[in-house]
């Protein structure tokens, strides 16, 4: 079993996930400090907001339109008296800085943006908005601002920031390490806890994936019965079926192969034995024939011979049925289909049979239905079948036996042909083997003409013409073959 890493697909969602809520954690810091200090400057403003009022309620410093510097420092003086951290500056109606307070600080800015400052004092809804900070130029700060009149004459504007540096630094380091802290901690507890909850679904998910990645190792590892076994539904069930229907194909195809290196190996097995008999006769007898020349009689020569020449018509059956079988095995063979009376094929092979028949002492009769359609065949695969059906009855049926080749219309519209004979039958145990190649039944009498592969083939035809061979056979009384063709 391979040892689990961190490469698994548990592991490698928990690590995404787990940067992901990082990220959005970050991102939540990031987002509520943003807002915290809008909030808090909008609380500012709110809070002061006439606080630029009041300053100039208390005092004017001015007298004829110029500013009396008495009154200005009396003015600062309130202010410092209010609050000590406000920035106060006297602004002209274009913007320009007259005076600030305090005084000491150095102004980086000579005028103001009175854009915001004419918003915020013609604004009634009280709405939050930044100003320049003269001291920090290029920063926007909550201010208060309220115009300087002196009978209907605008003589000038106080503006006020409303939070000063000093003040600015400290209420950061204040309340922006509180907010830190309670943020920080926010983002841990819910980090923790949605990762908890998180792996524990990850689990539950990626558990049955790596149920079926165990049943492939069992599988890859030899364990050909391996399959995978779900209770859930979904992706990872259809995943574990298509696994085993995988599975199931695969052994399936190795079972077939066994099967087919197995017949392979019997059949090599057969035939160098089939074949080595009759060359060992052969030879034998030659030389014999070569040794005895001188004193062998003119009978035992004769003998010889015959048996040499039987023994080389073996061997040339033999190769060639095999020849025949291996091409129709390999599907080299195609039918070429055309249309003939199958009663005219059957009248013609038993007239050919006639004479070995008489030899033999037996007869063969033909039983043929007039008016059958045309069947759609190859005529000489046919005749071919014909012929090693016509073989086999005439070994397997003793002398003064009969044999009869019948044509008939089937009870499905097709055309019946049957070869039957009354020799010695197929034991029961023998009939369901006796298609296959190189299959001998027990009642096995003529060791010279037998191949074992004339049945094999016959059913090799048929299986091109979608037909298939059946036998009726008792025992000791004789053996029925029959098998279909199509009509044209
Ligand atoms: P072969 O006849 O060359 O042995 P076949 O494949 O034609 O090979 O037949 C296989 C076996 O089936 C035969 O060996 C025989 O035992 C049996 N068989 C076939 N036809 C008949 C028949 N008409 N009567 C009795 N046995 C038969």
Not at 190 to 196: I, M, P
Not at 399 to 421: C, F, H, L, P, Y
Request: hydrophobic share 40%.
């Amino acid at each position: 079993m391979k040892k689990k890493t961190f490469n698994s697909l548990f592991w490698k969602i928990s690590a995404v996930f787990f940067i992901l809520l990082t990220v959005v954690g970050l991102m939540y810091i990031y987002i509520s400090f943003g807002y915290s200090d809008n909030y808090l400057d909008e609380v500012n403003q709110r809070l002061n907001h006439d606080t630029a009022k009041n300053i100039v309620e208390n005092s004017t410093p001015f007298y004829n339109g110029e500013v009396i510097k008495p009154a200005l420092e009396e003015m600062f003086h309130h202010v410092r008296a209010i609050n000590p951290s406000l920035e106060v500056y006297l602004v002209d109606p274009k913007g320009k800085i007259i005076a600030w307070y305090p005084p000491e600080k150095k102004i980086a800015m000579e005028s103001i943006n009175l854009k915001p400052v004419l918003l915020f004092i013609n604004d009634s809804t009280n709405q939050f908005i930044k100003g320049d900070d003269p001291l920090n130029p290029g920063t926007q700060k909550v201010f208060s601002a309220s115009p300087l009149t002196m009978n209907n004459m605008l003589y000038a504007y106080i503006y006020v920031v409303l939070k000063g540096q000093e003040h600015q630094v400290a209420s950061d380091s204040v309340f922006g390490s509180y907010m830190l802290q309670l943020s920080a901690r926010t983002m841990l507890v819910t980090l923790l806890f949605t990762l908890v909850i998180g792996l524990l679904i990850i689990r539950i998910i990626t558990q049955n994936y790596s149920k079926i990645l165990t049943v492939m190792q069992k599988f890859r590892q030899g364990d050909l019965t391996a399959r995978v076994q779900l209770q859930s539904t979904g992706d990872e069930k259809q995943l574990g079926e298509m696994f085993n229907e995988m599975a199931d194909i695969l052994t399936t195809n190795i079972d077939k192969l066994k099967q087919v290196e197995n017949l392979r190996r019997e059949l090599i097995a057969n035939v160098s034995h089939d074949l080595r008999t009759p060359i060992a006769i052969i030879r034998g007898y030659v030389e014999t024939l070569q040794m005895k020349e001188e004193t062998i009689t003119a009978e035992e020569r004769k003998r010889y011979i015959n048996t040499v020449r039987e023994s080389a018509e073996k061997l040339e059956k033999l190769v060639n049925e095999l020849f025949e079988l291996s091409k129709l095995e390999a599907n080299q063979v195609q039918a070429k289909k055309e249309p003939f009376i199958i009663s005219e094929l059957v009248s013609d092979i038993s007239s050919k049979y006639q004479l070995i028949a008489q030899t033999k002492n037996i007869s063969i009769s033909t039983i043929l239905s007039k008016e059958l359609p045309p069947v759609y065949a190859d005529v000489s695969l046919i005749e071919r079948v014909m012929q090693n059906l016509i073989d086999n009855a005439m070994k397997f049926t003793p002398e003064g036996g009969k044999i009869i080749i019948q044509t008939a219309q089937s009870t499905d519209n097709n055309v019946e042909i049957t070869v039957s004979d009354n020799g010695i039958g197929i034991p029961e145990n023998d009939r369901e083997q006796i298609f296959a190649r190189y299959y001998k039944a027990n009642n096995f009498t003529d060791l010279k003409n037998s191949t074992g592969l004339g049945l094999a083939i016959a059913k090799k035809i048929l299986d091109l013409h979608n037909s298939t061979l059946d036998l009726i056979s008792v025992e000791n009384s004789g053996s029925s073959f029959n098998f279909k063709l199509k009509c044209y």
